[in-house]
């Protein structure tokens, strides 16, 4: 999943696309490097941001979807919102396959029966808090346990709606320490439990840059080694900024997972 965000703020600057030809150059790398979806955001979600209005996120949106849809007519797009109307505008107007709601429903109650109602996949994402607060002192009993009986409510909600494709994402970044966002990455596999898709957003996110001591602009190389832990542990999808890098990686992980297993015999 390769990354467009329409802001002029969010927090890896090489992320940011705001006018169409850069909007179509970013598609077609996306493209041309391997990804399979397409995530468009409107409406910065780093730690501290403010949600612009709903007619401001509408309007970015639709400057970038208009332009991808006619170049890739066909191209597998998830729109990164957190309100049903956004949500449901984007998928009857310009035939968005996948919501991707970084509130999970809690910032907008509507979004549940309105993913129902447009039946497409949905990705549901934990965070604590909202963006201007969630890291202010994120704190758990026990994160994992947490994450896992917030994610049960949540489907079991979804399911009672008939919404039946559910992808979940443990929100690395979304009110969590960088302690907290390890012991996900490290029990990843425990989500597993829920038996349903897992996807894994940590590209250039601070848990890779502040132990290094860097800035996003240098956390290429730990987004790379991160990714390829979280494969390895489950992931069944990555949200990257390098769509070259992570598509490599995945092509070298399935050869790997492809050779037999050495046996005494």
């Not at 490097?33 to 007619?55: N, Y």
């Not at 969630?134 to 009986?149: A, T």
């Not at 949540?154 to 443990?170: G, S, T, Y």
């Not at 949200?239 to 046996?263: S, W």
Request: glycine share 6%.
């Amino acid at each position: 999943m390769g990354i467009i965000n329409i802001t002029n703020d969010s927090f890896f600057s090489g992320s940011r696309y705001r006018f169409s030809h850069s909007i179509a150059r970013r598609a077609k790398q996306i493209v041309e490097e391997g990804g399979q979806i397409i995530d468009i955001g409107a409406c910065s979600t780093r730690p501290g941001a403010k949600p612009v209005s709903e007619r401001d996120e509408i309007k970015r949106l639709h400057k970038a979807l208009a332009t991808i849809r006619r170049s890739y007519p066909e191209a597998i797009i998830s729109v990164d919102t957190f309100r049903a109307s956004v949500a449901e505008w984007a998928v009857k107007e310009f035939r968005v396959d996948i919501i991707n709601d970084i509130s999970a429903g809690q910032m907008d109650s509507k979004m549940f029966e309105t993913i129902a109602e447009l039946n497409v996949p949905y990705i549901l994402m934990h965070m604590q808090g909202t963006p201007e607060s969630m890291q202010q002192n994120p704190q758990y009993e026990n994160v994992i346990r947490d994450l896992i009986l917030f994610f049960n409510d949540k489907i079991e909600k979804l399911k009672q709606l008939n919404v039946k494709d559910i992808i979940i994402d443990p929100g690395f970044g979304f009110g969590k320490t960088i302690e907290h966002n390890y012991t996900i990455l490290k029990n990843l596999e425990t989500f597993k439990l829920l038996e349903l898709p897992i996807l894994v957003g940590i590209s250039r996110k601070s848990m890779i840059y502040k132990p290094l001591n860097t800035k996003p602009e240098q956390a290429l190389n730990g987004t790379t080694v991160l990714n390829t832990l979280a494969i390895l542990k489950g992931a069944s999808i990555l949200r990257v900024h390098d769509v070259k890098q992570a598509a490599e990686t995945i092509k070298l992980l399935e050869l790997l997972n492809a050779q037999p297993e050495f046996q005494f015999i």
